[in-house]
């Protein structure tokens, strides 16, 4: 499976950004997708994920700003981002989930105050 990100790039506090991330490769069996991100210093941590068609979740300090959606026919996984704050500032990256982890390269969100 290949993972291929786009959408990162620069916004002022309080603005959006849409990630995607379209997956190629043997993808019938994906069950899993989401998205995590990495802060300079921080771990890895999950965002959100979207098992099967539509069952969501959300990281505590995500809820209720990002939405996660999954597109079957293009095999891609949006993560809508709004009201975002300094402290979203991060490496985004997408996975997967087929019996193996898959990951993307990694796109990079950086949020101004």
């Known amino acids: 499976v290949q993972l291929v990100e786009s959408g990162g790039g620069f916004v002022q506090a309080g603005g959006s950004l849409r990630l995607s991330c379209a997956a190629s490769?043997?993808?019938?069996?994906?069950?899993?997708m989401g998205w995590y991100r990495q802060a300079p210093g921080k771990q890895r941590e999950l965002v959100a994920n979207i098992i099967g068609r539509d069952n969501t979740n959300y990281a505590n300090a995500v809820k209720g700003r990002f939405t996660i959606s999954r597109d079957n026919d293009k095999n891609t996984v949006y993560l809508q981002m709004n009201s975002l704050k300094p402290g979203d500032t991060a490496v985004y990256y997408c996975?997967?989930?087929?019996?193996?982890?898959?990951w993307g390269q990694g796109t990079q969100v950086t949020v101004s105050s």
């Open positions: 996975m997967c989930y087929n019996g193996a982890t898959y």
């Open positions: 490769g043997s993808i019938f069996s994906i069950n899993v």
